[in-house]
């Protein structure tokens, strides 16, 4: 996808340049047009790279107690719809804001009593990533917004929408990244006795990180091997 970009990039300079020839039809690709290939690859990084590479078997985060944690993933999804993904209410405005999919992976604390799920929402560009933002809760609830994921015979298999008690929504570039989380147990948030937001603080943190290297913007090195300039 990246060499492809940079493909088209270079042959459309070189069609431009036809009536210059010499050097023009030589000249490697401008400035302007190394970002245009840059952003390009950004966009699609949620289709070209490994789901292994979006979502780390492994997140580090901040222990309550101080220190560095370990979230551990427990499954991910090989389903991408956007419908699917999120709750109804949220579903009808993410298409229109132009979702292309959702990559979604579970994750659970070092503690083994907290679940997470992360979901990646892929939209065309920055502008309908941050109209889609407001689909979703704000303020820490956890719908309208993802849905959890789900693995038989794992720790995760009890986690159902009911089971949800946070929820967090990051923007950056044309990426979102939704979390959801609740308790391992499976006990419904309405029978959770007193609320603990710092028990999910973790989630937020682990989503920055893979929203982090998905959305930090990457120039084409022509001189490398994956680039073809």
Known sequence: ???????????????????AAGTELTRGPSTAELHVAAQGELAERWRAWPTGR??????????EQGGQERA???????????????DAEAATPLRAAGCRGVLRATYIDALRGVLVTIGVVAMHDEKGALRAKSAFSG?????????PLAFRGTVADRFTPAV????????????????TAGQVDGRPADAVGEQRPAVFAFATEIAESVLSELSTPRMPDCTAKEWEC
Do not use: D, K
């Open 164 to 179: 949800r008690q946070a929820g967090s929504v990051r923007q950056a570039g044309p990426y979102l990244v939704l979390t």
């Open 1 to 19: 996808m990246v060499a492809s970009a940079l493909t088209l990039i270079c042959a459309v300079a070189a069609g431009v340049a036809g009536s």
């Open 139 to 147: 303020n820490g609830e956890p719908e309208p917004g993802l849905r």
């Open 54 to 63: 979006i979502f780390p078997a492994t997140l580090r985060y901040a222990a």
């Open 72 to 86: 551990w993933r427990i499954g991910i999804s090989p389903h991408t719809s956007c419908a699917e993904s999120v």
